[in-house]
T-cell receptor, first 109, second 115 residues
Framework: QQQVKQSPQSLIVQKGGISIINCAYENTAFDYFPWYQQFPGKGPALLIAIRPDVSEKKEGRFTISFNKSAKQFSLHIMDSQPGDSATYFCAAGINKLIFGTGTLLAVQP | NAGVTQTPKFQVLKTGQSMTLQCAQDMNHEYMSWYRQDPGMGLRLIHYSVGAGITDQGEVPNGYNVSRSTTEDFPLRLLSAAPSQTSVYFC??????????????FGSGTRLTVV
């Protein structure tokens, strides 16, 4: 019962490059779409979130692109840095969050 | 300003034993939840609570019980531990019952091994 599908499972990017992680959801009632970042041994932390009434939200080097008709949203990390190396989770929900399976990002110096 | 505190950080149980994972938050958050994290499975919701005295099941509730007698505490009970419950458990809380830009605050996790 995977309502939020995330890809790729892992990603290697060179320093300064663009990291792109994609998610697709099934429930059209979902109205909140956050991305979480998790470092080893730590709990996930909110990175950026979007509502379906906008198609894009940018915070610093992090951008969410949202396509309501395709039921897809993605995270773009511009100018990726080694410190961005972590596991990233997308999520979606109404009054509780359903998470994707995670993407392990490695940014090589 | 502790945020969400989970105890213990590590635990080894024998099959059939019971235990309680503790979760406490000091932010006066109404919403609290428990997730388990397994490789390749992401975070799966076990149980959640929208306020004291109110709990509900998530995606994978079997084998777990919860109660919410106070706003601050949301313990997770394993009734009879099984190897399939080996996982990392995260407690999360949120100011708003209806999701918003507040997001979830996660604890640092409890790594549980059932042998």
């Amino acid at each position: 019962q995977q309502q939020v599908k995330q890809s790729p499972q892992s990603l290697i990017v060179q320093k300064g490059g663009i990291s792109i992680i994609n998610c697709a959801y099934e429930n059209t009632a979902f109205d909140y779409f956050p991305w979480y970042q998790q470092f080893p041994g730590k709990g996930p932390a909110l990175l950026i979130a979007i509502r379906p009434d906008v198609s894009e939200k940018k915070e610093g080097r992090f951008t969410i692109s949202f396509n309501k008709s395709a039921k897809q949203f993605s995270l773009h990390i511009m100018d990726s840095q080694p410190g961005d190396s972590a596991t990233y989770f997308c999520a979606a929900g109404i009054n509780k969050l359903i998470f994707g399976t995670g993407t392990l990002l490695a940014v090589q110096p | 300003n502790a945020g969400v505190t989970q105890t213990p950080k590590f635990q080894v149980l024998k099959t059939g034993q019971s235990m309680t994972l503790q979760c406490a938050q000091d932010m006066n958050h109404e919403y609290m939840s428990w997730y388990r994290q397994d490789p390749g499975m992401g975070l799966r919701l076990i149980h959640y609570s929208v306020g004291a005295g109110i709990t509900d099941q998530g995606e994978v509730p079997n084998g777990y019980n919860v109660s919410r007698s106070t706003t601050e505490d949301f313990p997770l009970r394993l009734l009879s531990a099984a190897p399939s419950q080996t996982s990392v458990y995260f407690c999360a809380s949120s100011y708003a019952v209806v999701l918003g830009d507040y997001g979830y605050t996660f604890g640092s996790g409890t790594r549980l091994t059932v042998v």
